[in-house]
């Protein structure tokens, strides 16, 4: 078989752009390579088919070599471009491995470090602040009992923090792991409601269960995240919405679901696709009022994704909010 059709088949089966280059041209390339620089560079000058520059002079200088740049099939999209020798040095083979989602997972942690930290350096600067002032000799009773109780609900907002952080963390750990225990979704909507009732009591508000107890509710599943995700989304309701606050669970389409559905002041458009980020808050400040981490739907979609499910929010500014959780059928 001749060299040309042996390079060809090997470049063939990669699914990242990649050409053998040979006395400044280029001799074979896969589609990848085609889609990225041109259909017809197969046979040109390397210098008409790849116009940037320290990718250029990497390749042309044959020699074994790794370069991590920015700016090929788009100004930010990085790349990193590897030269290995071929046929003695005559010819070399160039790839380039697309560095956009690991880009974006090291973006994705950067923000949540600074995030996390954010969180976590605000009650410590109020407990730090009223503790100093607590240990002044004549500071009156009634405000030590004031910053003595300040201090107490800024240890438990922390405390919120970092045990949602774990759970962040345990449910990721196990994310490729699909649950399989046998899980009634009824049954997690009627424990979630009695679960969450001392927040609605001191909330002010009820929460109704409805279950289609004629319908199969059963999902694989783990049923401590099921139940979680569960209490999130009653406890987002009951906090940021108005009642009548309703956890339902049926089937739609073939599918078993557990819906979460409040008639609170809705959220704007705008803020639905970020609404399951880490930290993401519509407003920041009555989400903290009211004792939010920021975290409770980041674990809600976590957890949906390790049990193979889609997760729909859907919101009317002034009408309510509609959370709902749709599983796979079980066979």
Known sequence: MPAGQTYQSLLDALDEPAFVLSKGKLRSANAAAKALLGKDIVGRDIRLA????????????????DLAIVGIGGPERPWTVRVRPIEGGAACLVSFADRSESMAAERMRVDFVANASHELRTPLATISG?????????LPPELREKFAGTIGAEVVRMRRIIEDLM?????????FIA??????LGEIARQAAVQIAPLAERKGCSVSVQVDDNQPLVVRGDPGQLLQSADNLLANAIRYGDPPI???????????????????????????????ERFYRVDEARSRGSGGTGLGLAIVKHIVERHRGTLDINSTVGLGTTVAVRFPAVD
């Open 50 to 65: 790849l116009r940037h520059p320290q990718a250029l002079d990497l390749a042309l200088a044959g020699k074994r070599a």
């Open 130 to 138: 009223y503790a100093e002032t607590l240990a002044e000799p004549d």
């Open 167 to 175: 759970s962040l963390s345990r449910i990721e750990a196990n994310r």
């Open 179 to 184: 649950p399989s225990e046998p899980c009634d």
């Open 246 to 276: 309703v956890v339902s669970a049926g089937v739609e389409h073939g599918r078993p679901f557990l819906r979460v559905h409040d008639r609170g002041p809705g959220i704007g458009a705008v803020h639905l696709p970020r609404l399951t």
